[in-house]
């Protein structure tokens, strides 16, 4: 079991950045996939991107060179940089953690209540 709490959303502006936190519960933070999620609001929950157990990294197409994931074993945490924010971005803002290498959200067991991000244009 692992409980994950989201925190770092906020309202900027286009151009401007944002750094998101999950904070882990659970003493096997380190052996579980942990990915982060976004929904807009009428839209689908998409995936963003997912940093593997073994810190392997993968994106989705639409935060490539903008977003980047990192994980810290010793604090339970996994991070989101978000830059260059675009209002396309406006979203909840949600952590996931999986035993499985997988971007499909239904594998996701385990989610945080989410973070709202706000980019004004």
């Known amino acids: 079991q692992v409980q994950l709490v989201e925190s770092g959303g906020g309202l900027v502006q286009a151009g401007g950045s944002l750094r998101l936190s999950c904070a882990a519960s659970g003493r096997t933070f380190s052996s579980y996939n942990m990915a982060w999620f976004r929904q807009a609001p009428g839209k689908e929950r998409e995936f963003v991107a997912r940093v593997l157990w073994s810190s392997s990294i993968y994106y989705g197409d639409s935060v490539k060179g903008r977003f980047t994931i990192s994980r810290d074993n010793a604090k339970n945490t996994v991070y989101l940089q978000m830059n260059s924010l675009k209002p396309e971005d406006t979203a909840v803002y949600f952590c996931?953690?999986?035993?499985?290498?997988?971007?499909?959200?239904?594998?996701?067991?385990?989610w945080g209540r989410g973070t709202q991000v706000t980019v004004s244009s």
């Open positions: 996931a953690a999986s035993e499985v290498v997988t971007s499909r959200t239904s594998l996701y067991g385990f």
